[in-house]
């Protein structure tokens, strides 16, 4: 085991990684990622179950979950409230306590440049740095594992009582972490005979592990205490809590496809490419394809397994190999391998193997005089490491389209609509601030959406929302109504109070994960009793413009249309915005009176606003802007009392 040697200038080293570390988790956590995923989303409804009064010791939503780490989300949402950060936060908590963890761990098994080398890692890697930022329970396993595994090797060292208690508790803890834990009694197993492999023979082994054994037992029989309550619901409820496990296996015809063998190999093969050639391509988990390490550091990580494989009889090293080896078996066992959130039970161990390559060139410069330029090549890799994170998971992906629809960011902007509409609940920021929901503020939202989306469930505010059903009657005298655009809204728009200013606008895009392209989610139609004072009178018969403005940013202008409703309007009429310079028209929006708010539907009263926006084309000039109606069967436009038959907007 690890040498007990300490250096003045650890500290100060572990505190610049810590810092680094807790950095790259925490900044920016309410906007990158983006959205709330639906995972996410029923990790902080079951949380809000625990604040409610009931102690679940396996949640059955969604798949089943363990439990450790909805109970740290329930606190969290205690304190914070009902936001993404609220979440979020417990993931990047946990996520640098890691970087200790490993610390230690990599210290008690090798070294404390070892030890400092792996946290590095750790805090650096793309992989952990996005576990550390998504509201998954997967990011509890190796902060669990590796203080488990630390204190196994400070009771091997030692032979104290206390670590041998501390190692059991822990791994019992393990069980309430993630589905991968049932993994690990295949990976003690496996290093257990290799230890007997490596060991036999040797002077002393017998006596070594006679000394050991009192110390294992008891540490299994605290593990099995611990776990107990775990265990025992798992076994009386064997088809909710190996459901999962049967759907994505590689044993199910419907993923093997008769060829089960075959697709082990294949799975096995882009497992191992994980580290240097390509890893998991889901955005959820990872930069899609990015290998876990840039070049320098998956250097580093072939020599540090070349240096393990070659002292795998010593009991560290056996660890690291055989830990790292049968803990990736989760995701080469189930499909989509690579599979970051599967194979998170092989960290950190596996990140010992980078920081062992670096010791490794680190030590063999130090013998030929060279310390200084080892100390400088491991800086390079560390800070080369930095950017590479920066720039791929920061400045890349987590801004991409694919980042945005794969963490739902349209439902969660929908959350966000209702309410700023209702003025209560969460706002766009880290906590939910404690508002009263005005009088006469009501919210509706599509049944639809909200039986499938849970983030929409979990981020607004419950006493403000009702979903669209049949029998539902509005009431209020300000009205949000969040629709599905592929159903019949008339019953619900119908039901707006009158005579009120109503504006329907467009929602935010969503794209599933086999969809070919977005499609928009919802949109919004809001009423309110003010009614706006009417600066035109242009009346062209069927509808009357009432206002009119706009305003040009860069290229795009954007003009907002107020009409005063007479009654239904006539099928096939359509409005059109010009927009037109000296040389002519520049640019137009052509579309029905309102937008998104049906003419066939409006009412004598009622004042409809809309806003269109029209792209100009580059170097050009505007000069007016231009709106009238047309018939679209004829093309014939309506005129104006005055014979004209559009109404010029000469300035914003």
Same mark, same amino acid.
């Given at each position: 085991?690890?040498?007990?040697?300490?250096?003045?200038?650890?500290?100060?080293?572990?505190?610049?990684?810590?810092?680094?570390?807790?950095?790259?988790?925490?900044?920016?956590?309410?906007?990158?990622?983006?959205?709330?995923?639906?995972?996410?989303?029923?990790?902080?409804?079951?949380? $809000?179950?625990?604040?409610?009064?009931?102690?679940?010791?396996?949640?059955?939503?969604?798949?089943?979950?363990?439990?450790?780490?909805?109970?740290?989300?329930?606190?969290?949402?205690?304190?914070?409230?009902?936001?993404?950060?609220?979440?979020?936060?417990?993931?990047?908590?946990?996520?640098?306590?890691? $970087?200790?963890?490993?610390?230690?761990?990599?210290?008690?098994?090798?070294?404390?440049?070892?030890?400092?080398?792996?946290?590095?890692?750790?805090?650096?890697?793309?992989?952990?740095?996005?576990?550390?930022?998504?509201?998954?329970?997967?990011?509890?396993?190796?902060?669990?594992?590796?203080?488990? $595994?630390?204190?196994?090797?400070?009771?091997?060292?030692t032979g104290r009582t206390r670590h041998w208690v501390a190692a059991g508790a822990l791994y019992g803890l393990l069980f309430y972490t993630y589905l991968a834990a049932r993994f690990t009694p295949v990976a003690l197993a496996a290093l257990a005979v290799v230890l007997w492999l490596g060991q036999r023979g040797q002077a002393g082994w017998d006596r070594d592990i006679g000394r050991s054994a009192r110390g294992v037992a008891l540490a299994a029989l605290v593990a099995f205490v611990v776990a107990a309550p775990l265990l025992v619901y798992l076994a009386a409820h064997l088809d909710e809590t190996v459901g999962r496990s049967g759907q994505v296996s590689i044993l199910n015809p419907a993923i093997n496809h008769g060829d089960p063998w075959g697709l082990l190999a294949r799975q096995a093969i882009r497992t191992l490419g994980m580290f240097n050639w390509r890893a998991d391509f889901i955005p959820r988990h990872n930069?899609?394809?990015?290998?876990?390490?840039?070049?320098?550091?998956?250097?580093?990580?072939?020599?540090?397994?070349?240096?393990?494989?070659?002292?795998?009889?010593?009991?560290?090293?056996?660890?690291?190999?055989?830990?790292?080896?049968?803990?990736?078996?989760?995701?080469?066992?189930?499909?989509?391998?690579?599979?970051?959130?599967?194979?998170?039970?092989?960290?950190?161990?596996?990140?010992?193997?980078?920081?062992?390559?670096?010791?490794?060139?680190?030590?063999?410069?130090?013998?030929?005089?060279?310390?200084?330029?080892?100390?400088?090549?491991?800086?390079?890799?560390?800070?080369?490491?930095?950017?590479?994170?920066?720039?791929?998971?920061?400045?890349?992906?987590?801004?991409?389209?694919?980042?945005?629809?794969?963490?739902?960011?349209?439902?969660?902007?929908?959350?966000?609509?209702?309410?700023?509409?209702?003025?209560?609940?969460?706002?766009?920021?880290?906590?939910?601030?404690?508002?009263?929901?005005?009088?006469?503020?009501?919210?509706?939202?599509?049944?639809?959406?909200?039986?499938?989306?849970?983030?929409?469930?979990?981020?607004?505010? @419950?006493?403000?929302?009702?979903?669209?059903?049949?029998?539902?009657?509005?009431?209020?005298?300000?009205?949000?109504?969040?629709?599905? @655009?592929?159903?019949?809204?008339?019953?619900?728009?119908?039901?707006?109070?009158?005579?009120?200013?109503?504006?329907?606008?467009?929602?935010?895009?969503?794209?599933?994960?086999?969809?070919?392209?977005?499609?928009?989610?919802?949109?919004?139609?809001?009423?309110?009793?003010?009614?706006?004072?009417?600066?035109?009178?242009?009346?062209?018969?069927?509808?009357?413009?009432?206002?009119?403005?706009?305003?040009?940013?860069?290229?795009?202008?954007?003009?907002?249309?107020?009409?005063?409703?007479?009654?239904?309007? @006539?099928?096939?009429?359509?409005?059109?915005?010009?927009?037109?310079?000296?040389?002519?028209?520049?640019?137009?929006?052509?579309?029905?009176?309102?937008?998104?708010?049906?003419?066939?539907?409006?009412?004598?009263?009622?004042?409809?606003?809309?806003?269109?926006?029209?792209?100009?084309?580059?170097?050009?000039?505007?000069?007016?802007?231009?709106?009238?109606?047309?018939?679209?069967?004829?093309?014939?436009?309506?005129?104006?009392?005055?014979?004209?038959?559009?109404?010029?907007?000469?300035?914003?």
């Amino acid at each position: 085991m690890g040498a007990v040697y300490r250096s003045r200038f650890t500290p100060y080293a572990l505190a610049l990684i810590l810092v680094v570390g807790a950095l790259l988790r925490v900044v920016g956590l309410g906007e990158q990622p983006p959205g709330l995923y639906h995972d996410e989303a029923y990790y902080g409804l079951d949380a $809000l179950r625990v604040l409610a009064g009931e102690r679940p010791v396996f949640f059955e939503a969604n798949n089943g979950r363990e439990p450790l780490f909805i109970y740290l989300v329930a606190a969290s949402i205690g304190v914070l409230g009902r936001t993404p950060v609220a979440i979020r936060l417990v993931a990047a908590l946990v996520g640098t306590l890691i $970087l200790l963890a490993t610390f230690w761990l990599g210290r008690a098994l090798f070294s404390e440049r070892v030890g400092l080398l792996a946290a590095a890692v750790t805090a650096l890697t793309v992989w952990t740095v996005n576990l550390s930022r998504v509201g998954f329970r997967a990011v509890t396993m190796p902060l669990v594992l590796a203080l488990c $595994l630390w204190q196994a090797a400070e009771a091997v060292r030692t032979g104290r009582t206390r670590h041998w208690v501390a190692a059991g508790a822990l791994y019992g803890l393990l069980f309430y972490t993630y589905l991968a834990a049932r993994f690990t009694p295949v990976a003690l197993a496996a290093l257990a005979v290799v230890l007997w492999l490596g060991q036999r023979g040797q002077a002393g082994w017998d006596r070594d592990i006679g000394r050991s054994a009192r110390g294992v037992a008891l540490a299994a029989l605290v593990a099995f205490v611990v776990a107990a309550p775990l265990l025992v619901y798992l076994a009386a409820h064997l088809d909710e809590t190996v459901g999962r496990s049967g759907q994505v296996s590689i044993l199910n015809p419907a993923i093997n496809h008769g060829d089960p063998w075959g697709l082990l190999a294949r799975q096995a093969i882009r497992t191992l490419g994980m580290f240097n050639w390509r890893a998991d391509f889901i955005p959820r988990h990872n930069v899609p394809l990015r290998p876990v390490f840039d070049p320098a550091l998956g250097l580093a990580f072939l020599i540090g397994l070349i240096v393990a494989a070659r002292r795998w009889r010593q009991p560290a090293y056996a660890l690291v190999l055989v830990w790292t080896g049968v803990m990736l078996l989760p995701t080469i066992l189930a499909e989509d391998a690579p599979h970051f959130l599967r194979a998170a039970g092989s960290l950190p161990v596996a990140l010992l193997l980078p920081a062992l390559g670096l010791e490794a060139v680190w030590t063999w410069l130090a013998s030929r005089g060279r310390a200084g330029v080892g100390r400088l090549a491991v800086a390079t890799v560390l800070v080369l490491a930095l950017v590479s994170t920066i720039h791929d998971y920061f400045l890349v992906h987590t801004r991409s389209d694919a980042a945005y629809y794969e963490f739902e960011t349209g439902a969660t902007q929908a959350a966000l609509e209702i309410n700023r509409f209702l003025g209560a609940g969460w706002q766009g920021g880290w906590t939910e601030p404690h508002t009263e929901r005005p009088e006469g503020y009501r919210a509706y939202l599509a049944e639809r959406l909200w039986d499938n989306w849970a983030n929409i469930r979990f981020l607004t505010t @419950p006493s403000g929302v009702r979903t669209l059903t049949p029998d539902r009657r509005l009431s209020g005298d300000h009205v949000l109504l969040v629709l599905w @655009p592929f159903e019949d809204n008339h019953a619900a728009l119908a039901q707006l109070p009158t005579p009120s200013l109503i504006e329907a606008r467009g929602g935010a895009s969503e794209q599933g994960d086999l969809e070919p392209a977005p499609r928009q989610l919802y949109y919004t139609v809001r009423s309110t009793p003010e009614l706006p004072p009417a600066r035109l009178s242009a009346n062209f018969g069927p509808t009357e413009l009432v206002d009119a403005e706009w305003h040009q940013v860069g290229h795009t202008v954007q003009v907002r249309l107020v009409w005063r409703s007479m009654g239904p309007l @006539p099928p096939n009429l359509s409005a059109f915005v010009h927009a037109v310079g000296p040389n002519g028209l520049l640019a137009q929006a052509d579309g029905p009176p309102g937008g998104l708010y049906p003419g066939a539907g409006w009412r004598p009263g009622d004042v409809i606003a809309e806003e269109r926006h029209l792209d100009l084309p580059p170097n050009t000039s505007l000069t007016e802007i231009r709106i009238g109606l047309y018939d679209v069967a004829s093309q014939n436009r309506l005129r104006l009392p005055d014979g004209s038959d559009a109404v010029i907007i000469q300035g914003p």
